[in-house]
């Protein structure tokens, strides 16, 4: 039997694109608006009419299709709503400063106009991100499990590390641009120091909560140091060392977008800032589209990771 509450709810997400269509064919844009070269924002709200419409066909075969519309179609559609309030309040009618809050069919021509440029940039974010991750997990890891295993280690370094670990990493930029003999050496250490902290204080506090009886049982049936750290000790700590890797990543995107605007030939924090320099406001946005989608991609990877690893925990911690 043919639910028509839950078909509504699949037709929300076309039924917001519809209406967007709507009042930007309707209603003529404002003089104060620069002209676009093409109407790229009705383009892509007909790219979008077209995947609802094939999402709400699939719906009616596809169980989890199904499910997934019933329970975001209603929100989408308020995205709809605010994507014409916003449409409303700058192209339309300008009721907000034009050279701050371009229209949608000039963020878009940015897209269109330097795609090469902007794929240079995520290219070059990416690399610096991924190196920068790399040894902060790396040496944050090592840190915790020394930090967490041994007394005698904790002792002597852990006040140190309450010390410099607290600082934001992006307050020792001018020092380390000074020291290193590149800007991209300098914005890689900056991002490591950003997530080496995190990692390790999670690594650490999570192999010192694991219970006592777990190591004692290993000393009893013959383990050996090295059987206690990665076969007992890191294992129990898992969940705690995602969560300090998820607040590292967090705090990398801080790190990169502001070791960027100093120095950096490319990247999405130096393509923003050389961008608000030439007062050029539909790039600032395009490029603040683009790490909205970076930082979504990257940190939904990583707890898929996360679920596949941890999958008893699934469902404890949702993004």
Not at 110 to 122: N, P, R, Y
Not at 172 to 186: D, E, M, R, S, Y
Not at 288 to 313: P, Y
Request: glycine share 8%; aromatic share 16%; proline share 5%.
């Amino acid at each position: 039997m043919l639910n028509l509450k839950s078909v509504i709810k699949r037709l929300f997400p076309a039924l917001g694109v519809v209406l967007a269509f709507v009042v930007q064919a309707a209603l003529p844009d404002s003089v104060q608006h620069p002209a676009a070269a093409r109407h790229y924002y009705e383009r892509l709200l007909l790219v979008l009419l077209g995947a609802a419409l094939l999402f709400f066909v699939l719906s009616f075969f596809i169980p989890r299709v199904r499910r997934s519309l019933e329970q975001k179609g209603p929100f989408l559609l308020g995205a709809a709503g605010v994507v014409i309030v916003i449409n409303l309040a700058t192209a339309k009618f300008a009721l907000l400063p034009v050279i701050f809050f371009p229209s949608y069919d000039n963020i878009l021509a940015v897209f269109a106009g330097q795609t090469a440029l902007l794929g240079k940039c995520i290219w070059y974010s990416f690399r610096l991100l991924l190196l920068g991750v790399f040894w902060g997990v790396i040496t944050g890891f090592i840190t915790g499990v020394c930090l967490g295993f041994s007394k005698k280690v904790y002792y002597w370094i852990n006040p140190y590390i309450k010390l410099i670990g607290p600082i934001p990493a992006t307050a020792w930029i001018p020092l380390v641009l000074t020291t290193f003999p590149t800007p991209f050496g300098a914005s890689v250490f900056i991002i490591a120091l950003a997530v080496w902290f995190p990692v390790q204080l999670m690594t650490s506090s999570g192999i010192q909560n694991t219970s006592k009886v777990y190591f004692e049982v290993g000393k009893t049936l013959g383990a050996g140091t090295f059987f206690q750290v990665f076969k007992i000790a890191v294992p129990a700590a898992l969940p705690n060392i995602f969560q300090g890797v998820f607040n590292g990543i967090c705090a990398a995107f801080i790190a990169l977008m502001t070791a960027e605007m100093f120095g950096a030939k490319y990247g999405i924090g130096w393509y923003i800032s050389y961008q608000k320099a030439m007062m050029m406001y539909a790039g600032v946005y395009a490029g603040l589209i683009l790490i909205a989608l970076f930082c979504t991609v990257i940190i939904t990877a990583l707890f898929k990771v996360r679920s596949k690893v941890l999958s008893w925990q699934k469902g404890l911690i949702k993004w």
